[in-house]
């Protein structure tokens, strides 16, 4: 399929798009997984080349050639996924999480090969991922605060850590601040180039994907704004709809909008529909 006729409405514009899906390993052999092929996030990552974007791919176990003129980071874990976004999105401005992330993984990672017995396996306990995209919403939420942007919702994650690129890794729920006194306004760390009102505030666009098998618009609506990203793509998955086809349906939610809806057709044109609406948020 060869990509033409479309704008150059992201030249000089850094996306970050992740892809795939991550595995958490239960032992040498065996992982935790999901379906996602990475389909919809290498047409993401085409078609924002296209447009002139300058693009990082960070594709979780997915089996696809490198798309042209992206760079490619290649991950497996959800802690390795979460690492690179995070890095990428500190000089971004857009942040599209593609991917199917892993919501669990093993509490414990068994160093040897788990072995079949007479007796009953033992069970695999599993503890929560943290949830990337809505840390980039949180990150930039206190990124506008210490800029001083007017700052939406309670604060409760107040003051969470360093900012994004600084390398600094927080666990699931840890709520600590890490210096800076509460109430003084100062983020334990300094979000790269954030010179104050005007500067850097994270990236200006966030982007996520839902997959939902049932109460579609509404679930959607509800994650829209618990994870403050400012679009959602809400397609309804199983029964062969979404994964490892070529096409898909969706209904992208707008922050502050009416949703657009994406008839079912090749899985670039909901790619394109996505960045015309990026497009119209940057400018
Ligand atoms: N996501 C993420 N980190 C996670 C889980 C999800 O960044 N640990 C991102 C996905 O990349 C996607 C969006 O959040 O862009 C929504 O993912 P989804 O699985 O639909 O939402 P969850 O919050 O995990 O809710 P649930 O699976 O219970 O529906
Ligand atoms: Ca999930």
């Given at each position: 399929r060869v990509l033409r006729?479309?704008?150059?409405?992201?030249?000089?514009r850094k996306v970050v798009v992740s892809a795939g899906g991550t595995r958490e390993a239960i032992d040498p052999v065996r992982y935790i997984g999901n379906r996602s092929t990475g389909l919809q996030g290498y047409a993401l990552a085409r078609t924002a080349v296209a447009r002139g974007a300058e693009v990082t791919l960070v594709a979780a176990n997915v089996a696809l050639p490198d798309p042209a003129g992206a760079r490619v980071v290649r991950v497996e874990s959800t802690a390795e996924l979460r690492a690179a976004v995070l890095e990428a999105a500190g000089s971004a401005d857009v942040v599209v999480m593609a991917a199917a992330v892993a919501d669990f993984r093993p509490a414990t990672r068994r160093d040897e090969k788990i072995k079949k017995t007479d007796g009953e396996p033992d069970p695999i306990y599993v503890t929560k991922n943290p949830d990337i995209l809505a840390e980039l919403g949180e990150r930039r939420r206190q990124a506008a605060a210490v800029a001083g942007h007017s700052v939406v919702g309670?604060?409760?994650?107040?003051?969470r850590g360093a900012g994004p690129g600084s390398g600094a890794e927080l666990g699931p729920g840890d709520g600590a601040l890490t210096g800076g006194i509460p109430g003084d306004g100062v983020l334990a760390g300094e979000v790269p180039g954030s010179g104050g009102v005007g500067g850097r505030v994270g990236p200006r666009v966030i982007v996520g994907f839902a997959a939902e098998t049932h109460d579609v618009l509404a679930n959607g609506r509800a994650k829209l704004e618990r994870k403050g990203c400012d679009l959602l793509v809400v397609n309804k998955v199983g029964?062969?709809?979404?994964?490892?086809?070529p096409d898909n349906a969706a209904t992208v939610l707008v922050a502050g909008g009416d949703p657009v809806e994406v008839p079912l057709g090749p899985k670039e044109d909901l790619a394109d529909t996505v960045w015309d609406l990026v497009a119209a948020r940057l400018s």
């Open positions: 006729g479309r704008p150059r409405d992201l030249a000089g309670s604060g409760d994650g107040a003051s029964e062969g709809l979404a994964f490892g086809t």
